[in-house]
Nanobody, 128 residues
Framework: QLVVEESGGGLVQPGGSLKLSCAAS????????VGWFHQAPGKERQGIAC????????VYGDSANGRFTISRGNARNTVTLQMNSLSAEDAGVYFC?????????????????????WGRGTQVTVSS
């Protein structure tokens, strides 16, 4: 059974950068679609980035496009999310999710997918 876990969250100043990691266990991430989701305080969780397991195509939500980069990590069985130019609006909990057959879909400003494996999230705080 595929299990994913996020790491890399923390406190960062406005304008700073963070790199989040999504590590898998129980199964390989090869051929698996992985998505990153952001839940701001008091708001719904929204998809911000996705990398396809079929062709490694990447899809970004409007809030992440141009600032965040999702990629397969150098470490085996990891997917990373490099976040730059962070602002207060980026604060919240970040979740990674994975599923083998789901495609990455962009719709109405956000990323969507039918993910079966979810991590517990990692907290990002943006403050000076």
């Amino acid at each position: 059974q595929l299990v994913v876990e996020e790491s890399g969250g923390g406190l960062v100043q406005p304008g700073g950068s963070l790199k989040l990691s999504c590590a898998a266990s129980g199964a390989s991430l090869d051929g698996v679609t992985v998505g990153w989701f952001h839940q701001a305080p008091g708001k719904e969780r929204q998809g911000i980035a996705c990398i396809s397991g079929r062709d490694r195509n990447t899809v970004y939500g409007d809030s992440a496009n141009g600032r965040f980069t999702i990629s397969r990590g150098n470490a085996r069985n990891t997917v990373t999310l490099q976040m730059n130019s962070l602002s207060a609006e980026d604060a919240g909990v970040y979740f990674c999710a994975a599923d083998a057959p789901t495609p990455c879909i962009y719709y109405n400003g956000h990323v969507w997918g039918d993910f079966g494996s979810w991590g517990r999230g990692t907290q990002v705080t943006v403050s000076s």
